[in-house]
């Protein structure tokens, strides 16, 4: 994410939200990638479904985060996973 988009997004989030908060983070990744996205929020309960060809997985997990900065944090990390498309 460039500097500029994620100021953006924060201003976005921080509008929406009364921190800390309930945030629902929603992935789109490919099959083989689903525990690596998991991993990411391993202390959250996380929700999954298969596309209706199976190539893809959603993966939904909703965190009580404290800051937009944990929001970003978050996609960030995510950002590293091959092939993930964050909704």
Avoid at 38 to 67: D, P, W
């Amino acid at each position: 994410m460039e500097d500029s988009s994620i100021n953006s997004f924060k201003e976005k989030l921080d509008k929406e939200y009364n921190w800390p908060a309930l945030y629902t983070f929603k992935f789109i990744v490919p099959k083989g990638k689903v525990d690596e996205v998991k991993n990411l929020f391993s202390n959250h309960t996380t929700k999954e479904r298969a596309s209706s060809n199976g190539n893809y997985i959603s993966v939904t997990a909703e965190v009580m985060v404290q800051s937009s900065d944990k929001v970003i944090e978050y996609y960030i990390e995510a950002n590293k996973v091959e092939g993930i498309i964050a909704l």
